[in-house]
């Protein structure tokens, strides 16, 4: 009976480490292998405008890319969101490309601490959950 109760966690011991395996493969893929981001700042232009820059190098064929900053305060609170701060029709991999986009903030009493840039690969999407590439940058 022991060895049946052994043999049987083992099992699905084995099965359970083989799914997550795969899954963290799979959402490793997703996130760090679809686009190669270089380079990226953003600086301020003056009343409240900020240029968005980097080189971006699909590592897939894309139809759409787009990219979204969302202003965030010392506390972490959201002060703006901009979508479409850049977009671009048929991407080719491996091709580079050399973003500019342009971010604003419209509420002038608040200053931002950081700034979060993500890029989705469908049009309007501002949800940082869908995300092919994110990263921070700290004002």
Excluded at 66 to 73: A, L, R
Aim: charged letters at 20%; aromatic letters at 12%.
């Amino acid at each position: 009976m022991n060895k049946k109760l052994i043999f049987s966690a083992l099992i699905i011991f084995t099965v359970a480490l083989s799914l997550s395996s795969v899954n963290a493969g799979m959402f490793d893929f997703l996130s760090s292998n679809t686009v190669e981001v270089n380079n990226l700042e953003m600086v301020s232009k003056g009343y409240y405008m900020y240029d968005v820059n980097c080189e971006l190098t699909p590592k897939s064929d894309f139809s759409y890319l787009e990219m979204t900053v969302i202003f965030y305060d010392s506390d972490g609170a959201v002060i703006e969101k901009n979508p479409i701060v850049w977009n671009m029709n048929d991407v080719t991999k491996d091709q580079l490309i050399k973003v500019n986009g342009n971010a604003y903030l419209t509420n002038q009493k608040d200053q931002p601490a950081y700034a979060e840039i993500f890029i989705t690969d469908s049009p309007f999407n501002g949800d940082v959950n869908d995300a092919i590439y994110t990263a921070n940058v700290t004002m």
